[in-house]
T-cell receptor, first 117, second 112 residues
């Protein structure tokens, strides 16, 4: 089955620790995205990548880092610099990147709920 | 700056009744408009999109949406609601070459 997987589903972290969220897709999509979801605020874009070895900051990139070494994988690291990391994180992919995404639908993973203790 | 508004945090409707979830947007040019649904503890699922052509767009699970350029709206509708439609609904705008912007979401509760 094609799709996007995120792991783990629930993640707990102590203050001051870095943590990495996994996102894998087997849809052969070029573009991948990370969003953060907070109650009443919809989705906010953290980082996106239009192609392997390239990524761009979104609206709220501070305190986060990403890598795109493989087309299928786009892990997100939440660093200790992120002041309010407790949230629901969603990964998405689309066949083309933002610049060419005239009509592209985004396909979302199931999400990871991160809680900082 | 472009934005998407969903004026209702919560919409309640009785099963079998028609439902409407409202969305208005503020972007320049001709945006592409989307609706996504999120079931509890799940990721988002695509419902439908408007690119061009007929203002009434039909999507998954019997949902449809009407694009109204003069009112800059893209309201989601369904003629007869099901309890299983209860979820969080997001309107989104993809302005070519710009960010993909989501609205804050509207929680739909369909009562049996």
């Amino acid at each position: 089955d094609g799709g996007i997987t995120q792991s783990p589903k629930y993640l707990f972290r102590k203050e001051g620790q870095n943590v990495t969220l996994s996102c894998e897709q087997n849809l052969n999509h070029d573009a991948m995205y990370w969003y953060r979801q907070d109650p009443g605020q919809g989705l906010r874009l953290i980082y996106y990548s239009q192609i392997v070895n390239d990524f761009q900051k979104g609206d709220i990139a501070e305190g986060y880092s990403v890598s795109r070494e493989k087309k299928e994988s786009f892990p997100l690291t939440v660093t200790s610099a992120q002041k309010n990391p407790t949230a629901f994180y969603l990964c998405a992919s689309s066949p083309e990147g933002l610049a060419g995404a005239i009509t592209d639908t985004q396909y979302f993973g199931p999400g990871t709920r991160l809680t900082v203790l | 700056a472009q934005s998407v508004a969903q004026p209702e945090d919560q919409v309640n409707v009785a099963e079998g009744n028609p439902l409407t979830v409202k969305c208005t947007y503020s972007v320049s040019g001709n945006p592409y408009l989307f609706w996504y649904v999120q079931y509890p503890n799940r990721g988002l699922q695509f419902l439908l999109k408007y690119i061009t052509g007929d203002n009434l767009v039909k999507g998954s699970y019997g949902f449809e949406a009407e694009f109204n350029k003069s009112q800059t709206s893209f309201h989601l509708k369904k003629p007869s609601a099901l309890v299983s439609d209860s979820a969080l609904y997001f309107c989104a705008v993809d302005n070519y070459g710009q960010n993909f912007v989501f609205g804050p979401g509207t929680r739909l509760s369909v009562l049996p």
